[in-house]
């Protein structure tokens, strides 16, 4: 399983969804804007991405931070998608 989180410095929820998956002993590759990564280099990969964090799981953009937390209640995250990020 493959785990992006676009994030930035600053931003609560992008803590608490890293957070989250650290819990669950979940790796994921942060994508940080300002640290490497640029916002217009986020909107190539996430074109409707309008907030942060954004989380990509196997190729499949699952939203923020939220929808994150949903589906981690469900236990549902493991096999989860199976594209190509």
């Not at 998956?21 to 994508?31: G, P, S, W, Y």
């Not at 939203?63 to 990020?85: A, S, V």
Request: aromatic share 8%; hydrophobic share 35%.
């Amino acid at each position: 399983m493959k785990v992006v989180v676009w994030s930035k410095y600053h931003c609560p929820y992008c803590d608490q969804a890293k957070s989250a998956l650290q819990q669950k002993n979940i790796t994921f590759e942060e994508r940080k804007i300002g640290d490497g990564w640029t916002k217009e280099e986020l909107l190539e990969h996430i074109p409707a991405a309008r907030t942060l964090p954004q989380i990509v799981i196997n190729g499949d953009v699952i939203g923020g931070f939220n929808d994150l937390k949903k589906l981690l209640e469900r236990d549902n995250i493991i096999g989860y998608g199976d594209g190509e990020i």
